[in-house]
């Protein structure tokens, strides 16, 4: 069966970076591209971006362009991802998720999700 | 950028009655429109992947209709189990909708 599993809580000063990880097991890591999605406290979900497992080539909102990083370790089937310059504003919940399809397939929907890490920014 | 806004942000109802979900682009998504269910302390859910194909598992009272620009999301006979946020996301930038709050009247 699918799963994602995904580092431990963090707790981080503002200005610093944090780097969540996110191994995939259950299916061929690079044949589906991976997601990140964020939620505030008490807020709606936010997308990050996402990353083909396969050739490494990212995608981010525009909101992180700049400030986070994407990568993947085929050898580990694990995912990451870096966001710097932390703010008390990027608290939250960081998921990671799996699409439904096939990279290079057309279709909607993100099925698999992981656990959730929970990053807190505060002085 | 492609906008998606969900309405209303609230819906109260009793069990047993019909939702209907709203989820508006700001420009043309095609078919391309998923939504989602979450309740508190978990990860989404994916309901609707396409505008209107159920995920595996879900049950028949859920259903998506829609293209372009205009998508529904529709529980014909709520469950207790049914009050929670529901979100739709679209494709082409990966974007969601703000939610709906669907609470017990």
């Known amino acids: 069966q699918v799963q994602l599993v995904q580092s431990g809580a963090e707790v981080k000063k503002p200005g610093a970076s944090v780097k969540v990880s996110c191994k995939a097991s259950?299916?061929?890591?690079?044949?589906?591209?991976m997601h990140w999605v964020r939620q505030a406290p008490g807020q709606g979900l936010e997308w990050m971006g996402i990353?083909?497992?396969?050739?490494?080539?990212?995608s981010y909102a525009q909101k992180f362009q700049g400030r986070v990083t994407m990568t993947r370790d085929t050898s580990t089937s694990t995912v990451y991802m870096e966001l710097s310059s932390l703010r008390s504003e990027d608290t939250a919940v960081y998921y990671c998720?799996?699409?439904?399809?096939?990279?290079?397939?057309?279709?909607?929907?993100?099925?698999?999700w992981g656990q959730g890490t929970l990053v807190t920014v505060s002085s | 950028e492609i906008v998606l806004t969900q309405s209303p942000a609230t819906l109260s109802l009793s069990p047993g009655e019909r939702a209907t979900l709203s989820c508006r682009a700001s420009?043309?998504?095609?078919?391309?429109l998923a939504w989602y269910q979450q309740k508190p302390g978990q990860a989404p859910r994916l309901l609707i992947y396409?505008?209107?194909n159920r995920a595996t598992g879900i049950p028949a009272r859920f259903s998506g209709s829609g293209s372009g620009t205009d998508f529904t999301l529709t529980i014909s006979s709520l469950e207790p189990e049914d009050f929670a946020v529901y979100y739709c996301?679209?494709?082409?930038?990966?974007?969601f909708g703000q939610g709906t709050r669907l609470e017990i009247k």
């Open positions: 998720a799996r699409d439904r399809v096939r990279i290079a397939v057309a279709g909607t929907g993100i099925v698999y």
């Open positions: 259950g299916y061929t890591f690079t044949s589906y591209y």
């Open positions: 990353i083909n497992p396969s050739g490494g080539s990212t």
């Open positions: 420009q043309s998504v095609s078919s391309y």
């Open positions: 396409d505008a209107s």
């Open positions: 996301q679209q494709r082409s930038n990966w974007s």
